[in-house]
């Protein structure tokens, strides 16, 4: 069976360990592969290998680094149908959507920040003839990054990318839940001539893995996209030892329709919001504001278009929805339906296991599932389900569905759908979230800021707020 490999100092490596995981295809629930059980020792090696090769990384011309990551960026696209294939296995994804969204935006991932280096620029502050401040940034030094399993290469990639291309060296470690891009990206790292040690891939469960990163002393910064608990587990470890700290976390994200929407177009992108790689995005909407006029009949077409999208095989061109990516996930994802009958709502659609005929009749389908009759405030719509299952909730102004709009503690995304533009601009200044979709939802340009507020994270990612945040900063004041 294949092994995943750790990937330190240029070379594909066993654990010290000696130990590996069962990595389990969420389709068929069947061990496919076998990941690394790496520990503190691993990351040491890692982190010495980084380390080592720190001086000249940082130290080379950026254009040459660049050249180097854009010999990465082509090989993934040149290896997209079998990083989408692993993906989709790996993950559950259909495969349709790897190969178009999620390999495609890895590649870009790195492309954007092989050429952002060659622009970024830093300040200087003149003081007439007296004095002349100039800005520097500097790469950090080593730096680790942990990325979680809902779209594996590209949030890998989303992180490392920007860590790299400002000089810094890295100790990285993918979802032990989806690690085969990752590593098959290692392979690619090897490829491209990557310098050995620059980047370091250490496989392996979070407790052990992953704190291991964050509590080494002379990893410094910690760029984390994950939940909002390890976050704030990160958070109590990193903070004392003055980290610089980037956190993407969960999620319980509003979509607002109110009546004066092109009603077609905000029904056939609320699906996509909803239901896009089962709903394990962190910025699907999960819950449905629908202004009470239009809310039966925004129902009735919603409920139709969720009830036909076809659930199964990931393997399969037309499948939609595929599976959920781990047993753990599949589990908690059903408790939270019962919690939600059990609080009082009514399922519209869905709500049940899904068992397919054939190949994938043990693998972890639930059904896209829609609820109504719930109160605002109840335990479903306040935590994070990441999965399939949405919630409607009609409203009748503004007001009233910004307060319900703004009253979880997570602040990631929100979405809405109106004609009206003063309406847009109002409502967009006033939700508490650090990203707003107006009659859209996931249109991303790589150079805007990424990030949440309250229990959505600290810090942006994305353009320039991602370069800053893998570079010191220092002022050097001239008297002239
Ligand atoms: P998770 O927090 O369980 O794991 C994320 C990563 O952290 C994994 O690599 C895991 O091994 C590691 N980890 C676990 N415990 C750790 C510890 N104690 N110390 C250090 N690392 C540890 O999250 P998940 O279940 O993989 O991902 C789902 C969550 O990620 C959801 O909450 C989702 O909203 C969030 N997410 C957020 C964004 C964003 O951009 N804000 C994007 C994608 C996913």
């Known amino acids: 069976m294949q092994k995943i490999k750790n990937y330190i100092n240029g070379v594909l490596t066993e654990p010290v360990s000696i130990h590996y995981i069962d990595n389990i295809d969420p389709s068929t629930g069947e061990v496919y592969s076998m990941c690394a059980d790496s520990d ?139 690690p085969m891009t990752a590593y098959l990206f290692s392979e690619l790292c090897i490829e491209a001539g990557l310098p050995k040690g620059v980047l370091n891939i250490v496989h392996g469960l979070g407790p052990k893995v992953g704190s291991a990163i964050v509590a080494h002393e002379k990893i410094t910064a910690i760029s984390f996209t994950g939940g909002t608990k390890t976050g704030a587990e990160i958070a109590r470890i990193a903070a004392p030892m003055f980290k610089k700290l980037s956190l993407e976390l969960g999620g319980k994200n509003p979509n607002i329709i109110f009546a004066d929407c092109d009603f077609d177009k905000a029904v056939k992108e609320s699906v996509r919001a909803s239901f896009t790689n089962q709903g394990e995005i962190c910025l699907c909407g999960s819950r449905l504001f629908i202004e009470r006029s239009i809310y039966d009949k925004f129902k009735e077409a919603y409920i139709k278009q969720v009830s036909n999208l076809k659930i199964g095989d990931p393997l399969l061109d037309d499948t939609k929805v595929g599976a959920i990516a781990s047993k753990v996930h599949f589990d908690k994802i ?80 929100t979405m809405m759908f109106t004609e009206n533009l003063s309406r847009a601009h109002r409502m967009a200044a006033n939700v508490k979230s650090g990203i707003v979709w107006v009659n859209c939802w996931l249109l991303r340009d790589l150079r805007t800021p990424f990030g949440g507020i309250k229990q959505s994270g600290v810090g942006r990612e994305g353009g320039l707020e991602a370069l800053r945040f893998f570079t010191e900063v220092k002022n050097v004041c001239i008297k002239l």
């Open 40 to 178: 503190a020792r691993d990351v040491e090696l890692a982190y010495q290998a980084a380390e080592a090769a720190f001086e000249d990384w940082a130290n080379m011309p950026v254009g040459n680094r660049s050249r180097i990551m854009l010999r990465l960026a082509e090989l993934i696209e040149k290896n997209t149908d079998k990083l989408a294939l692993a993906e989709s296995i790996d993950q559950g994804k259909p495969v349709w959507l790897a190969k178009n969204g999620e390999i495609p935006r890895a590649q870009s991932n790195i492309h954007f920040f092989a050429t952002a280096i060659e622009h970024f620029s830093s300040e200087a502050h003149p003081m007439g003839n007296h004095a002349l401040n100039y800005t520097l940034r500097t790469p950090i030094g080593v730096v680790g990054c942990i990325s979680p399993w809902n779209l594996p290469l590209y949030l890998f990639t989303w992180k490392i990318a920007p860590a790299l291309a400002a000089g810094n060296c890295v100790v990285a470690k993918p979802s032990e839940v989806t």
């Open 334 to 413: 059903l408790s939270y339906i019962e919690l939600a009958k059990q609080e009082g709502g009514t399922v519209l659609t869905g709500g049940n296991i899904y068992k397919p005929i054939g190949r994938c009749a043990n693998g972890f389908f639930i059904e896209p599932t829609v609820i109504e009759g719930l109160s605002f405030d109840c335990r479903t719509n306040r935590e994070e389900i990441f999965g399939p299952v949405v919630t409607l909730q009609p409203f009748d102004t503004e007001e009233e569905v910004l307060m319900m709009a703004n009253s979880t503690t997570y602040g990631l995304a």
